[in-house]
């Protein structure tokens, strides 16, 4: 059984910066992708960015320039750097794993950005 555990998440003023942690339980190798989602109350639960296994990223068009993802395999965990943060990247962050098999999903950290 895959666990996903988010931290990082809190409140920031416009214009700073957070950096998300996810922390696998076991190896990272394992995951075809690993990345992030968001969603806020109402809407459908969007990717921000994620990471293949060989290296490849993709970001939502609203997050290119300000955000980015990492990994360290030491540690089994996936990092998202989030800067210039704005009222709209207020949400819910989901860290989500896939292993082509099955997909899984961390239990979220709330990101509010004050303006």
């Known amino acids: 059984q895959v666990q996903l555990v988010e931290s990082g998440g809190g409140l920031v003023q416009a214009g700073g910066s957070l950096r998300l942690s996810c922390a696998a339980s076991?190896?990272?190798?394992?995951?075809?992708?690993m990345g992030w989602y968001r969603q806020v109350p109402g809407k459908q639960r969007e990717l921000v960015a994620r990471m293949f296994s060989g290296g490849a990223t993709n970001y939502a068009d609203s997050v290119k320039g300000r955000f980015t993802i990492s990994r360290d395999n030491a540690k089994n965990t996936v990092y998202l750097q989030m800067s210039s943060l704005k009222s709209e990247d207020t949400a819910v962050y989901f860290c989500?794993?896939?292993?082509?098999?099955?997909?899984?999903w961390g239990q979220g950290t709330q990101v509010t950005v004050s303006s």
């Open positions: 076991g190896s990272i190798f394992r995951f075809n992708y």
């Open positions: 989500n794993a896939d292993t082509f098999r099955a997909n899984y």
